[in-house]
C-alpha cells in the first residue's frame, strides 16, 4: 500500500458487496477464508518487495489501474 495516489499500480476501490467486485478493474472484495476468495494478496511492510503498489480510494468510480503492464498479474 501506497500513501500516495501517484506512487500506485493501481487505485484500489474496497467493495462492500462481492458483486461490486467483479472483473479486473481495480474494485476488491475481501473475503475472510482463502477458499472464498479467487485470488490470494499478501501485503509487505516494504516497497521493494511488492510486485504491485496499491492506492486505496473511498470512491468507486476511481478505482482503476494505472500500470496497464501490472494489470496482467491479475488475471
Do not use: C
Not at 495516489?5 to 474494485?27: L, T
Not at 475481501?30 to 470512491?59: C, G
Amino acid at each position: 500500500m501506497t500513501k500516495y495516489k501517484s506512487d500506485a499500480d493501481v487505485i484500489v476501490y474496497k467493495a462492500v458487496y462481492e458483486f461490486d467486485a467483479k472483473g479486473n478493474e481495480g474494485r476488491w472484495y475481501f473475503v475472510d477464508y482463502e477458499f472464498e476468495s479467487d485470488k490470494l494478496v499478501f501485503f509487505t511492510k516494504y516497497r521493494s518487495l511488492a510486485d504491485v503498489k496499491v492506492y486505496y480510494t473511498p470512491y468507486k468510480s476511481h478505482a482503476r489501474w494505472v500500470n496497464q503492464k501490472k494489470r496482467e498479474l491479475f488475471h
